[in-house]
């Protein structure tokens, strides 16, 4: 945040300097505070640039500011529809105004050319989630490996080649989906960081491969201007420009460990050839809405509703809070991550339905009790009425 504000404020002096408009005219529709300035990293969330009210895979969608939020968060929720729909893999995401960001960020790296991006945060801060939604509508195929016990080296190869043909090769546009929790090898990160540097990983095609894939590119690049007479080099060279242009990489890395640091040392790309995002924690209007969804089907009046996802919106700030204290009395570091939130609300959404069964049930067998002493209290009236029918039979027995 130290940095976002420094940032705000050279561009607050550089809007008069340069352009002789003062920022706080220029943007006073973002002004939330009233107080005429917008001056706060919170009055810029709503600052949101892109395509995304056009409808997805229309020509030429306009870029512009999405002013209206409510409108904006409408739209993403039928594009995430949309996606759902069409994908074997349904996401059941809350569009609230922090993925819509992030989900904006990722779409615009992606539709500019030969783009990369690397994503930072913890787990569960919906990271993969945003790549998969921006890649849909930048109208983009998602292509990720999948890790089982016995994926080596020459599994990871045979990945990265048949994502070379269908780039460079078939002319698909496509995301390369990668997450730090998939490295079952340094080398595989090596060979990222030649691809975002380079295009190419050195000698991942042998000799035939390279003939078949110059023939595969042999129309396309004499489309774009390369001879016919081209040599089998030139050829190349054009199937690896098509990579680049045509295979976007997201990397999802956690800043948590001493590997993070390390591998950005040793892999300079990952910095260099990406566009950094941060997803940092989920402000607090993004945990209500989560809660918001997650307590909707619980049976329970408005009220309590709302003041439950107060509730457990301000355990978790606070819990990150007491994290920071934490750290800086004990040196010993504790996240509160957006994975625990979640694990807060599916705890506390048990623990509700236990009590209210243990409730339900008392209650049954209190109500069950109370029918059984009227039943009898019945039976005894009855049966008192019998036997006052009974009396004079009695005594004249007797007699």
């Known amino acids: 945040d130290v940095d976002r504000k420094w940032l705000l404020s050279a561009v607050?002096?550089?809007?008069?300097?340069?352009?002789?408009?003062?920022?706080?005219?220029?943007?006073?529709?973002?002004?939330?505070?009233?107080?005429?300035?917008?001056?706060?990293?919170?009055?810029?969330?709503?600052?949101?640039?892109?395509?995304?009210?056009?409808?997805?895979?229309?020509?030429?969608?306009?870029?512009?500011?999405?002013?209206?939020i409510d409108e904006l968060q409408r739209t993403m929720e039928g594009h995430l529809e949309q996606y759902n729909m069409?994908?074997?893999?349904?996401?059941?995401?809350?569009?609230?105004?922090?993925?819509?960001?992030?989900?904006?960020?990722?779409?615009r790296v992606l539709k500019t050319g030969m783009a990369n991006a690397l994503l930072v945060g913890v787990g569960g801060s919906g990271r993969q989630s945003c790549t998969r939604l921006a890649a849909f509508l930048a109208d983009r195929d998602i292509f990720q490996i999948e890790i089982a016990k016995g994926y080596d080296t020459t599994s990871w190869r045979d990945d990265l080649r048949s994502l070379l043909k269908k780039a460079g090769g078939k002319g698909e546009s496509s995301v390369f989906l990668f997450t730090d929790t998939q490295i079952k090898d340094e080398g595989f990160v090596e060979?990222?960081?030649?691809?975002?540097?380079?295009?190419?990983?050195?000698?991942?095609?042998?000799?035939?491969?390279?003939?078949?894939?110059?023939?595969?590119?042999?129309?396309?690049?004499?489309?774009?201007?390369?001879?016919?007479?081209?040599?089998i080099n030139q050829l190349f060279a054009y199937f690896v420009q098509r990579c680049r242009e045509l295979c976007g990489i997201v990397l999802c890395f956690s800043p948590i460990g001493d590997s993070w640091r390390a591998r950005l040392r040793s892999f300079p790309s990952l910095v260099n050839c990406c566009t950094i995002d941060w997803f940092a924690a989920w402000p607090p209007d993004a945990l209500?809405?989560?809660?918001?969804?997650?307590?909707?089907?619980?049976?329970?009046?408005?009220?309590?509703?709302?003041?439950?996802?107060?509730m457990?919106?301000?355990?978790?700030?606070?819990?990150?809070?007491?994290g920071i204290k934490f750290q800086q009395e004990l040196k010993r570091i504790y996240y509160a991550?957006?994975?625990?939130?979640?694990?807060l609300l599916g705890t506390f959404k048990q623990l509700l339905g236990e009590k209210r069964k243990a409730c339900m049930d008392l209650k049954s067998k209190y109500e069950n009790g109370l029918e059984k002493l009227v039943a009898t209290e019945s039976s005894v009236e009855g049966m008192q009425v019998e036997l006052t029918a009974l009396k004079p039979q009695l005594i004249a027995k007797d007699k």
Do not use: W
Request: glycine letters at 6%.
């Open 337 to 343: 991550t957006p994975t625990s939130f979640l694990e």
């Open 12 to 68: 607050r002096e550089q809007t008069v300097k340069g352009f002789g408009q003062k920022f706080d005219d220029l943007c006073k529709h973002l002004d939330t505070n009233g107080d005429g300035k917008v001056n706060t990293l919170e009055e810029l969330r709503m600052l949101i640039f892109g395509d995304m009210m056009a409808q997805v895979g229309a020509p030429k969608r306009p870029y512009t500011e999405c002013d209206d």
């Open 191 to 231: 060979d990222i960081n030649n691809l975002l540097n380079t295009g190419e990983v050195p000698n991942i095609f042998p000799m035939d491969e390279k003939i078949q894939l110059c023939d595969m590119v042999k129309p396309a690049a004499k489309a774009a201007g390369v001879p016919g007479d081209a040599t």
């Open 86 to 107: 069409m994908s074997t893999k349904r996401m059941d995401l809350v569009m609230f105004l922090y993925a819509i960001m992030h989900t904006s960020r990722v779409c």
């Open 312 to 322: 457990c919106q301000k355990f978790h700030s606070d819990a990150s809070e007491l």
């Open 288 to 310: 209500q809405a989560v809660a918001r969804k997650f307590l909707k089907e619980v049976e329970m009046k408005d009220a309590v509703r709302e003041a439950c996802v107060d």
